[in-house]
Structure formats: structure tokens, C-alpha cells
């Protein structure tokens, strides 16, 4: 009996996988497209979606912002495709990507705005054949998103035109800045849209190594087995960044590291981790497996919380200011430019096993990175032999960026007659494996929202539970003054936070 084999080539899986991700014809309208995130991040995704051959053919994107920017606009998105997003200028599908792209100047209480808006919408469905359905992306700053929503509903446009399939919402981070605001804000938006027409955004998650979390514990059969406090000592995620605020003053003296970083980036890297395997990999099988984990955290007492603020340092071999020095910034500003926490999570897989996160800027070098560490074996029968480097606990690092991969340390004896043993590394490294991409992680993000896909998506329940957790020690904060600055800029953050850890027995992985 003979078989046949039917080889497929590279060219016909990529076109097989073109058509089953393509969106339905659609017009992506951003409020707020004057600002930064629409010109480095935004169209520079949307582009990468179109070379790919993922964007339906029938598309157009309208920026909505208050300064008359006309066709100036359309040429200022070219250039951030070609700056920001690694395009070649002469590339044959700019130039007709270019020529869908609109703006409409308006500001964003107008209802006159409004209502033109849906007419320039009507007539990019009659040039383009995108058939009504919309997807609005809130860029703006995050005391416009109640207004803009409850206007689009005003008239009309958070329900499809007629022919129409779907009219769906992206809301920016951040969301709220405590529990009563976001969920203020929460019932404010779903008022006037429904939770499954909601996409309330989260760039980490669009990150291939973040995704990777869930392939390489679910996809593996070697690690699973172990991915529990029978075997996991603790677990550590980093999020730091070597530069300061960036201008950024107003906006951040009202955030902060637990806020802007912690909340959201780092709780999710966390249900990552820690979650059960979900019965599928559908929206709700995996918001339900990530609340599990954020429901059964322990409350975080304030002596689990450490803050601290950067003063004047040397970063990357340069002098640097302050943070109560930065451009708009109080000069004895209370706000915390780095937080760590240790969290425990009172389930059956992780009792008794703590994760100790933190997030900051101007520390010493710019790494978002998960450790698990192991525990040591119950006999160290190699004790007396440990000449040179000794037993280290076994350590898996998933690097976030900027060096994405997964490194697995472990001992190995050292050539010689004695039993010496070192730690020694077996290191993944994504851009060794597949390339260096020029993905900024928005793409993968964009293209669900279209496809109606909210599993990369972080929803109300979630956002509420971890705000919930966020919201005690933000208040516990705010009572009581802390001496800062508290931390020297390009240093690993305020020796609190080495307290925080170091009164366990443990320490931080300084990469």
C-alpha cells in the first residue's frame, strides 16, 4: 500500500493564513491622530498589516484631532511609516496605502464635528466599498474617552449603518486611575457600546514574546510538569526603562510607576504566568482563567509595596536630571517614578510561592523580563566540591525586549578531575530564530480589534480586579510622605525595594 505526500509551499501557507485572518472592508477612524502614538506606532502598523496582504483591499483610515492639519497630515503619516516603521520610501504599495488615509479636523465636543464625520464616513463607503463598518480608535487623553464615546452614540455611530456588520470601539490605557474612576468609566462606555464591541488596549500584550508566554508553558510538555510550588521557588517580573519621563510631566505627576506600568503592563505578564490552560484559546476561555488569577491575590498589605523616586545620575554614560527637575514636574513632587510589590496568590498551583514585580524609569538598564526560579534539590550532595562557581538555582528567563528570548540556566560540571560545577545558560534568542521584525506589537492588536478577536484584550472585570488591588496602596501612599528622591538615576531603584525582596532571602535578577 503506498501513500502519497502532499508538500505545501511557504507561499501557500502565508496566502492560507492571509485569507483566514483578513478583515471584513472597514474605515479606522483615530481620535486623537495629531499625536505621537498615530504617527510612530499606529500607521506604521497599519502598514505592516497591508504589506502583509492582512488589510482587506476595500479600507481607509480617517484621523479625527482639533488642528486644521488638511492634506498636510497624510504626508506627516508617510514620513512615520518610513521613520517609525522600517519602510523602504520607494515601497509600490505606500503611495496607493497613502492615498486612503484622510483627516478630519474637529473638536471633540462639537456635534456639528460629529455629524460631518459620519458624512465623510458615508463617502469613503461609496469611494471604497468599506460597507459602514467602523472601527474607532480613542488616542486621545483619557479625560476626552467618556465624551467621545457618548457622542458617537448621540449620533448614532456606535451601531452599523444599514448593509452595515459592525461598529466596534478601541479605548487607550490608561483606564481609569483607581477603581471608582475605571469603573465610572466603565459604565459610561458600555452604555453606549456593549462589552463585546469594546477593545480596551494594552500594547505589551501585542508583544510576540508576551503571546509566547502561553505557547511555550501550553505548547511544551517538559515544562507544565514543573510550573508549580512543588517545584518554583518565586517569581520575579521586571519592567524597566533607562529613560526618564520625556516631557511627559503633566501626565505622569497624575500616574505614576503603580499606575502607569504596574496596573496593567505587569498584571498581565503575571495572569500570563500564572494561569490555569484555558479550554481553548477564544477571548472568554482566557479572561476567565486570567480573572481566577487577579481574584486570588491576596490583598497587598502596604509593608508588601515599596516606591521610590530618581534623582540626578549618570544613564548610558551621561549626566541626567532628576525627576523633581524634569519640564512641568513639582519640585517636591510625591510622585513615585518606581514601585515594586510582592504579591501571593492563594490557589492550589501557587501557595506559598511570592512574585515580586517592579517597574521604574531611569534605572540602569532598560529590561522587562520574567525569572522563574526553582527550588534547589533536597540533597546538596555536591556541597563540598564547590571549588569555583558553586550550585545556583535552575532559572528560566523570558526577556520581553529589548533582547527578546527564553535563556534556561542550569549546573554543569566543569572540565577537570574535580566535581566542580558552574551555572551555564542555554539561551532562545527570537532574533537569531526568525529575523529581526520591525513589528511594534500594534499590528497584531489592530487586526483583531477588526476581526471582532478580543482575546489580547483586556475587559471590564479585569480591569476592575486589578485596580482593586492597585487602589489601597495608592491610597496608602498618598498618606504618607516619602524623603525623596530615594534613588540615584541609572541605579536598579531604592534599596526599599532590595528590602522588599532581600527580607525573604532572596534577591532581584539585576540583568
Known amino acids: 500500500m503506498s ?6 509551499s511557504p507561499e501557500e501557507v502565508k496566502a492560507s493564513q492571509q485569507l483566514a485572518r483578513r478583515p471584513d472592508p472597514c474605515v479606522v477612524v483615530i481620535f486623537g491622530a495629531s499625536g505621537d502614538l498615530t504617527k510612530r506606532k499606529l500607521l506604521p502598523a497599519l502598514f505592516h498589516l497591508e504589506q502583509s496582504g492582512m488589510l482587506p483591499k476595500e479600507f481607509a483610515v480617517v484621523g479625527v484631532a482639533r488642528r486644521p492639519l488638511g492634506d498636510s497630515f497624510a504626508q506627516d503619516m508617510r514620513e512615520g511609516i518610513v521613520s517609525g516603521g522600517g519602510v523602504d520610501e520607494k515601497d509600490a504599495k505606500l503611495g496607493p496605502f497613502i492615498d486612503r488615509v484622510k483627516y478630519h479636523a474637529m473638536n471633540f465636543d462639537d456635534d456639528g464635528g460629529y455629524e460631518q464625520l459620519k458624512t465623510t464616513l458615508a463617502g469613503l463607503d461609496q469611494k471604497y466599498g468599506t460597507k459602514g463598518n467602523r472601527l474607532f480608535y480613542l488616542a486621545t487623553s483619557p479625560e476626552y474617552f467618556a465624551d467621545i464615546v457618548n457622542r458617537l452614540g448621540a449620533h448614532g455611530m456606535n451601531t452599523p449603518p444599514q ?4 461598529a466596534r470601539a478601541i479605548i487607550e490605557k490608561p483606564f481609569g486611575h483607581d477603581l471608582d474612576s475605571a469603573r465610572a468609566l466603565n459604565d459610561d462606555v458600555n452604555k453606549v457600546f456593549s462589552e463585546q464591541q469594546i477593545f480596551r488596549i494594552d500594547h505589551y500584550l501585542g508583544k510576540e514574546t508576551v503571546q509566547n508566554i502561553l505557547v511555550f508553558r501550553f505548547a511544551n510538555g517538559i515544562f507544565e510538569n514543573v510550573w508549580n510550588r512543588n517545584y518554583i521557588d518565586h517569581v520575579q517580573i521586571t519592567a524597566a526603562e533607562e529613560i526618564g519621563i520625556e516631557g511627559r510631566g503633566p501626565f505622569y505627576e497624575q500616574a505614576g510607576a503603580l499606575r502607569d506600568v504596574v496596573q ?23 479572561r476567565i482563567e486570567k480573572m481566577k488569577v487577579w481574584r486570588a491575590i491576596k490583598p497587598i498589605p502596604v509593608s508588601d509595596a515599596a516606591r521610590g523616586q530618581y534623582g540626578p545620575g549618570t544613564v548610558a554614560g551621561e549626566k541626567v536630571i532628576g525627576y523633581r527637575e524634569e519640564d512641568r514636574v513639582d519640585g517636591d513632587s510625591q510622585t513615585e517614578t518606581f514601585a515594586a510589590l510582592k504579591m501571593e496568590i492563594e490557589n492550589w498551583r501557587w501557595a506559598g ?19 522563574i526560579q526553582f527550588k534547589q534539590p533536597p540533597m546538596r550532595m555536591f556541597h563540598e566540591n564547590q571549588a569555583n562557581c558553586g550550585i545556583e538555582p535552575n532559572i528560566i528567563s523570558m526577556r520581553i525586549q529589548p533582547d527578546e528570548g527564553i535563556a534556561l540556566r542550569f549546573g554543569a560540571k566543569v572540565p577537570g578531575p574535580s566535581m566542580n560545577i558552574c551555572p551555564v545558560k542555554m539561551d532562545f534568542s527570537y532574533a537569531a530564530a526568525f529575523g529581526v521584525s520591525s513589528a511594534n506589537g500594534y499590528e497584531r492588536l489592530l487586526l483583531d480589534a477588526m476581526l471582532g478577536d478580543a482575546t489580547l484584550f483586556a475587559h471590564r472585570d479585569g480591569v476592575e480586579a486589578t485596580w ?3 487602589t489601597p496602596i495608592l491610597e496608602a501612599w498618598k498618606m504618607r510622605h516619602k524623603r525623596f528622591p530615594n534613588y540615584d538615576a541609572g541605579t536598579w ?11 525573604d532571602g532572596r534577591k532581584w535578577k539585576n540583568t
Open 353 to 371: 510561592v511570592p512574585f515580586y514585580v517592579r517597574a521604574g524609569k531611569r534605572l540602569a538598564k532598560r529590561s522587562t523580563e520574567i525569572t
Open 264 to 286: 496593567n503592563h505587569i498584571m498581565q505578564l503575571m495572569s500570563f504566568v500564572a494561569m490555569e490552560p484555558p479550554g481553548s484559546f477564544d477571548a472568554e476561555q482566557v
Open 3 to 8: 501513500t502519497t505526500q502532499v508538500s505545501i
Open 468 to 470: 482593586a488591588l492597585m
Open 493 to 503: 531603584g531604592p534599596e526599599v525595594a532590595d528590602d522588599l525582596i532581600e527580607r
Open 163 to 166: 448593509g452595515a456588520d459592525w
